[in-house]
T-cell receptor, first 115, second 111 residues
């Protein structure tokens, strides 16, 4: 079946502009995660959605970052007033359920470049 | 909070040699442990995971890892490296909610 998809694959934006990154999880997966991967860094947890529960936003680096998940499926990560330090690959992953013992399936990522 | 340490950001091995990628974690609860691989220009894919039961876990492509609670380690091994193993490897731990990833180890296989 289809895997996790993300769009766009690449995004170049000017400093100060807003960007929206989209994630389509695997159908039926209730858990959805967003991560940021910077050059030479590991994956930095951003936000976690599990079913209809309130999302775990503890990893969002600033109030310029927000995310929503509509209808328990598609998720959008929004970065307002982008800064150069926001340049990174943003990865989305989904799993059948949350709880840590279910495999995460990762999308190919969106490479964001802020000029 | 949990944390993951991967010793050696870059590891080089000769083709046919043993691969050993080190991972240590800190966790206040019994952890779930994972190794992921990322090939160039591709997404992460699961190599293997430990949740409960047998502490020696076998994964895809001949890789295995052993959970050693006393050492808080989950090192990844493969007896004989293949050129196709060249990739970035990430160790991760979950406390049942969030996932915490190491900074990755880039494996180079020398012909």
């Amino acid at each position: 079946g289809a895997g996790v998809s993300q769009s766009p694959s690449n995004k170049v934006t000017e400093k100060g502009k807003d960007v929206e990154l989209r994630c389509d999880p695997i159908s039926g997966h209730t858990a959805l995660y967003w991560y940021r991967q910077s050059l030479g860094q590991g994956l930095e947890f951003l936000i976690y959605f599990q079913g209809n529960s309130a999302p775990d936003k503890s990893g969002l680096p600033s109030d310029r970052f927000s995310a929503e998940r509509t209808g328990g499926s598609v998720s959008t990560l929004t970065i307002q007033r982008t800064q150069q330090e926001d340049s990174a690959v943003y990865l989305c992953a989904s799993s059948l359920e949350g709880g840590g013992n279910y495999e995460q399936y990762f999308g190919p990522g969106t490479r964001l470049t802020v000029t | 909070a949990q944390s993951v340490t991967q010793l050696g950001s870059h590891v080089s091995v000769s083709e046919g040699a043993l691969v050993l990628l080190r991972c240590n974690y800190s966790s206040s609860v019994p952890p779930y442990l994972f190794w992921y691989v990322q090939y160039p220009n591709q997404g992460l894919q699961l190599l293997l995971k430990y949740t409960t039961g047998a502490t020696l876990v076998k994964g895809i492509n001949g890789f295995e890892a052993e959970f050693k609670k006393s050492e808080t380690s989950f090192h990844l091994t493969k007896p004989s490296a293949h050129m196709s193993d060249a990739a970035e490897y990430f160790c991760a731990v979950s406390d049942g909610n969030q996932f915490y990833f190491g900074t990755g180890t880039s494996l180079t296989v020398i012909p």
